[in-house]
């Protein structure tokens, strides 16, 4: 089982649908990120909690320490949204080394 | 935002040869970054942790004489691939750490192709 899991693996919605990605993790940490990987490789960290919710524009991301949860959320989405979205959790022992997510390919249709 | 840079972003090269990639924090000091290899549909797998002037932390299963890194100064960590072969052949992504320890911020990552 993986320390860090996310659902769904894959995701097709409609333009303007409101669109959850969910990330569980087993492991402690200090923080967590969201990451968006486009087609072209490259990576964006969306996000970095430790506690509560994060919004930025049309993305809201959520974190439940207690109940090792943490939620992406998308209003209003577009086919620009479509991407890979990686939850990745840092360690939290002393390495600050991140655990990845296996990933959730959302894509947004018009 | 924080800035980091990968070079080259795309390597096509044969097999026996060493490819070496660049990863530069261009408008902060990173003493830590990290080097990532992804697979295909495949999450991120952690290679080695660089700290500025001292060895690397190599991930259990990476081989560190196959993956040299060198973390010569507070902007640039670079990772050689030595004698490359065709399963050499990845994304490799490196990642420098901020101001802020519990920030990371991502190159756009280096696509090897190993012939």
């Given at each position: 089982?993986?320390?860090?899991?996310?659902?769904?693996?894959?995701?097709?919605?409609?333009?303007?649908?409101?669109?959850?990605?969910?990330?569980?993790?087993?492991?402690?940490?200090?923080?967590?990120?969201?990451?968006?990987?486009?087609?072209?490789?490259?990576?964006?960290?969306?996000?970095?909690?430790?506690?509560?919710?994060?919004?930025?524009?049309?993305?809201?991301?959520?974190?439940?320490?207690?109940?090792?949860?943490?939620?992406?959320?998308?209003?209003?989405?577009?086919?620009?949204?479509?991407?890979?979205?990686?939850?990745?959790?840092?360690?939290?022992?002393?390495?600050?080394?991140?655990?990845?997510?296996?990933?959730?390919?959302?894509?947004?249709?018009? | 935002?924080?800035?980091?840079?990968?070079?080259p972003s795309r390597v096509i090269c044969k097999s026996g040869t060493?490819v070496?990639i660049?990863?530069?924090?261009?408008?902060?000091?990173?003493?830590?970054?990290?080097?990532?290899?992804?697979?295909?549909?495949?999450?991120?797998?952690?290679?080695?942790?660089?700290?500025?002037?001292?060895?690397?932390?190599?991930?259990?299963?990476?081989?560190?004489?196959?993956?040299?890194?060198?973390?010569?100064?507070?902007?640039?960590?670079?990772?050689?691939v030595?004698?490359a072969h065709p399963?050499d052949s990845s994304f490799y992504?490196?990642?420098?750490?901020?101001?802020?320890?519990?920030?990371?911020?991502?190159?756009?990552?280096t696509r090897l192709t190993v012939l």
């Amino acid at each position: 089982k993986n320390e860090v899991e996310q659902s769904p693996q894959n995701l097709t919605a409609q333009e303007g649908e409101f669109i959850t990605i969910n990330c569980s993790y087993s492991v402690g940490i200090s923080a967590l990120h969201w990451l968006q990987q486009h087609p072209g490789g490259g990576i964006v960290s969306l996000f970095m909690l430790s506690s509560g919710k994060k919004k930025h524009g049309r993305l809201i991301a959520t974190i439940n320490i207690q109940e090792k949860h943490s939620s992406l959320h998308i209003t209003a989405s577009h086919p620009r949204d479509s991407a890979v979205y990686i939850c990745a959790v840092i360690d939290g022992g002393a390495t600050n080394k991140l655990i990845f997510g296996t990933g959730t390919l959302l894509a947004v249709q018009p | 935002g924080a800035v980091v840079s990968q070079h080259p972003s795309r390597v096509i090269c044969k097999s026996g040869t060493s490819v070496k990639i660049e990863c530069r924090s261009l408008d902060f000091q990173a003493t830590t970054m990290f080097w990532y290899r992804q697979f295909p549909k495949k999450s991120l797998m952690l290679m080695a942790t660089s700290n500025e002037g001292s060895k690397a932390t190599y991930e259990q299963g990476v081989e560190k004489d196959k993956f040299l890194i060198n973390h010569a100064s507070l902007t640039l960590s670079t990772l050689t691939v030595t004698s490359a072969h065709p399963e050499d052949s990845s994304f490799y992504i490196c990642s420098a750490e901020g101001p802020s320890t519990d920030t990371q911020y991502f190159g756009p990552g280096t696509r090897l192709t190993v012939l």
